[in-house]
């Protein structure tokens, strides 16, 4: 008996905690389900707040502002359209966002709407990167970018090449000073004109005496006359080969040919710092182009080119390109320089010849 009651005691108490634990899972489950509503109605309403911001920045819009505007002044589409000067259908793109009008355009709108610029560009944000207006802005802001920079390259360009142009034409004219003050030399410069050539002078120097020799040519018929210098007598002595004499002058301008200097008067001015401003050569968009070839430096400077021996830069020919007009025409000017050589016999009058009184 006693144990058939602590069965049934045991069967009670089991059906008890049954029941507890059905309770319980029941009431975990509504607690669970009113926490999922919950949820489902916060995302619920988040989502209608988002449609209500969306829905109030669209009427906050530039087009919205027009039709309100526009409806407000009792225009139609049309109306408004014939008084902008533009088409309804550019009106009707301006009133749903898909275009946006010059700022010349917004001015006017301005104007006849009663609005001002900044109220009807307020609220736009969200269209400012599709407006033309915007766009334009950016597209401004990128050139004015590609342009500071392209001109930053362009000033870097210009320093470096005026800076090159600089030290070459320093260093050629620093090279040539040396053939200013000579003792002894022999130098050639010819003159041809489109391949015809038009003048020779040769230049015997030896310690202040001077024996010059111009030859021109006429028709290719050569005419020839000799002048001896005494830089040191201070005379100067013209021949006359016909009838083998000479005649004593003062020696004029005797600055030009002190110390040797008459051969390195001939060089080429341009590149020499005394008669060109390298400066001005420089900094102005000149060209200036130096090279070797063939055992020469070749200089070409403003259209002439010329060509120098690039172990001692003695010059060897400047050609010179001309255009007038139609027409063109070609200088070339030869040098030929050979020191140390010239002898007294070289620059002294030859003994048969008499000097007129």
Do not use: C, H
């Amino acid at each position: 008996m006693e144990e058939t009651k602590k069965l049934e005691k045991a069967e009670k108490s089991n059906s008890i905690k049954k029941v507890e634990n059905t309770e319980m899972n029941d009431n975990e489950k509504k607690a669970e389900n009113t926490k999922i509503d919950d949820n489902v109605k916060k995302t619920e309403k988040s989502k209608k707040a988002n449609n209500t911001k969306q829905v109030e920045a669209l009427k906050n819009t530039f087009g919205d502002k027009i039709v309100q505007g526009r409806k407000k002044k009792g225009m139609s589409q049309e109306d408004f359209s014939d008084i902008m000067g533009v088409s309804r259908q550019m009106v009707s793109r301006w009133e749903l966002n898909t275009a946006m009008p010059r700022m010349q355009k917004i001015r006017k709108i301005s104007e006849i709407l009663d609005i001002s610029i900044e109220d009807l560009l307020s609220g736009n944000e969200n269209k400012k990167f599709n407006s033309p207006v915007a766009l334009n802005t950016i597209n401004l802001k990128t050139l004015l970018k590609v342009i500071a920079v392209v001109l930053a390259i362009l000033l870097i360009l210009y320093v470096v090449y005026s800076t090159y142009k600089i030290v070459v034409l320093n260093t050629i004219s620093s090279k040539l000073e040396q053939y200013k003050n000579l003792d002894n030399y022999y130098f050639k410069w010819g003159s041809i004109v489109d391949t015809e050539l038009k003048e020779t002078t040769e230049v015997w120097y030896k310690d202040g005496k001077y024996k010059i020799s111009y030859t021109t040519l006429t028709n290719t018929i050569p005419t020839t006359s000799i002048t001896y210098f005494d830089i040191n007598e201070g005379y100067r002595y013209i021949l006359d080969e016909a009838n083998k004499t000479y005649t004593q002058l003062n020696l004029i301008g005797a600055e030009s040919y002190e110390n040797g200097i008459f051969m390195y008067s001939k060089f080429p001015s341009i590149i020499k710092a005394e008669s060109a401003d390298f400066k001005e050569l420089a900094l102005k968009l000149n060209k200036v182009i130096a090279y070797y070839k063939k055992g020469s430096l070749f200089v070409y400077i403003n259209g002439e080119t010329i060509e120098l021996n690039k172990d001692d830069y003695s010059p060897k020919s400047q050609l010179i390109k001309m255009q007038e007009n139609k027409n063109s025409q070609q200088n070339l000017y030869t040098f030929d320089i050979n020191l140390n050589n010239t002898n007294d016999n070289d620059v002294s009058i030859p003994a048969n010849y008499k000097k007129l009184n």
